[in-house]
């Protein structure tokens, strides 16, 4: 293997020009040092995302030793993310400042990251009310990488602005950057490209001093530790990166007055259930029968509307 120079400290990104320029140096796509086949045996090589797991010949295991092993596993992450809490809370009321001002909340990331962001963006409107658009998740490779893996979408610099341009991104905006490693190529270039717009960045990562954590304003790294099955960051990272996600985005829709109480007094009467929810809690608030308060939500279409309602009345 090659040497592996550490990272440099400004952790610029190699312009298109110079990897064409230096194709034949073997540079890391990342952050310029030297490497053998990809940037992750430089990027990578000290990363307890890789680190070789704590359990051994797992295909011995009983299906009960397997679950039991797992769910120990599983335990460890909200530790983690504990110790997370204050960074979370900078990213938070950043985040929540923007929004004030116009601005979105961008995720962006790839493979199982991607989705998370994809899954936390898409739940925002029912849950909150909020127009679509307002927090949106993007995903190396698009829209077919959520069901099927695009090869080698991740390592494109590039990409990830390209992507986000579609969008109108601008220095109103908020982009959170989500990478296990900690050093997806498509995440860190659009993170760059982003700061130097003027937009607030943060990330959600699972290793502690990686270059994306470097190039964001606002890291969160929660160090979960070896996985189960060695590398396989969709287990105890992707649950780490869950969870901070349900707080972030929680959090500022709260903050931006999208909760009344503990109530989602702004979803969307989506379906049957969401009906029968927002009926219970005018009900409760109002002191109505079912009946009236049912009326009263059909009629205003939701939960907030029909409170007002009922106050003038």
Known sequence: MGQVVPLRSDLTLPSPQDRVAHR???LCVLCAS???HSHYFCCMAKTTTETDSRYRHLEKMSVKELLQSINAEDKTVPLAIAKCIPKIEKLVAATVK?????GRL????????????????SECPPTFG?????????IAGGDKAIRKAVEFAEDDTEQGWKDLLKHKINKK??????????????????????????????????NKGSAIAKVAKFPVEVVVGPE????????????????????????VMIQLGRVQDNKMVDMQLSNNKLVKRGTLMLMEKLK???IAANKLLLKYGNVRKALAAAEIL
């Open 24 to 26: 034949n140096e073997n």
């Open 34 to 36: 030297a490497f053998y």
């Open 98 to 102: 923007q929004m004030k001002a116009g």
């Open 106 to 121: 961008f995720y962006i990331g790839a493979g199982t990251s991607g989705r998370l962001g994809i899954v936390d963006a």
């Open 130 to 138: 909020v127009p679509q658009g307002m927090v949106v998740g993007l």
């Open 173 to 206: 905006d908020v982009l959170v950057g989500i990478a296990a490693s900690g050093s997806t190529p498509y995440v860190a270039g659009a993170l760059q490209k982003a700061n130097a717009a003027g937009l607030v960045t943060g990330c959600i990562v699972c």
């Open 228 to 251: 189960f099955v060695t590398g396989s960051t969709r287990m105890k990272s992707g649950t780490a990166q869950k969870l901070v996600l349900n707080m972030l985005s929680t959090s």
């Open 288 to 290: 109505l029968s079912e």
